[in-house]
Structures are given as structure tokens and as C-alpha cells.
């Protein structure tokens, strides 16, 4: 994790890319990759500012807000999202997905 930091700031200062344009495979191509996999402390990048991590919000439309924030619609689309925000989550949608789904969306830059 020390590496990747240290990385990470040179990349996003170098080419300018905000912290929300960090995503993992996982994110990029839901059923198809798993890294970098449920352990991977995305927290700590985001308290860095390396990264983004979700403030709780209302709940609103888990498929819309997922949409919005970048992920495919696929079958597979809230596994990666639980596996990169709530790793032990498993079941149906519920309204903590909701609600971080919800908080992503609206800390979103609008473009």
C-alpha cells in the first residue's frame, strides 16, 4: 500500500485525474475480474485523497445512482460494488447500498 500511495499521487498529479478516477478492475468489468479483491484497503487511499470512499446519503435508486457513479449495468454490477465498499455484504440490495450508491452520486463532480 506504501508503494501504490506514493505512485498513485505522482499519476493524479501528473495527469490531473481526480481521486473518483481511481477504479479497480473489479469496478471496470464487473463477473469478469475480482481485483483487487475484498482485503484491498480502499479507505485508506480515499483518506489520502488517492481515491473516493462513500458518506452515507438517503437512499435513492441503487441502479441509477450506480449508473451515474460509473458502473456497467451487468447482473453482476452490485457484487463489485459491494466488493469494493461492503466486502462481507451479501443478499439482495438493501438500503445501505442504497444509501452509499446515493453518496457517491452526489459527491460526484457534475460535468
Not at 31 to 58: C, H, N, T
Not at 68 to 88: C, K, Q, S, V
Request: net charge neutral; glycine share 8%; hydrophobic share 45%.
Amino acid at each position: 500500500m506504501n508503494a501504490l500511495e506514493k505512485l498513485l499521487q505522482g499519476i493524479l498529479h501528473r495527469w490531473s485525474i481526480p481521486p473518483a478516477g481511481v477504479i479497480a478492475h473489479s469496478d471496470m468489468a464487473p463477473g469478469r475480474k475480482i481485483d483487487p479483491g475484498p482485503r484491498f484497503d480502499w479507505r485508506r487511499l480515499a483518506l489520502q485523497g488517492l481515491s473516493v470512499w462513500p458518506e452515507p446519503a438517503v437512499p435513492g435508486n441503487l441502479a441509477t445512482d450506480l449508473a451515474r457513479i460509473g458502473y456497467p449495468d451487468t447482473p453482476d454490477t452490485l457484487a463489485a460494488f459491494r466488493l469494493r465498499f461492503r466486502p462481507n455484504a451479501s443478499g439482495p440490495a438493501d438500503d445501505i447500498d442504497r444509501s452509499l450508491a446515493a453518496g457517491l452520486d452526489a459527491a460526484r463532480p457534475i460535468a
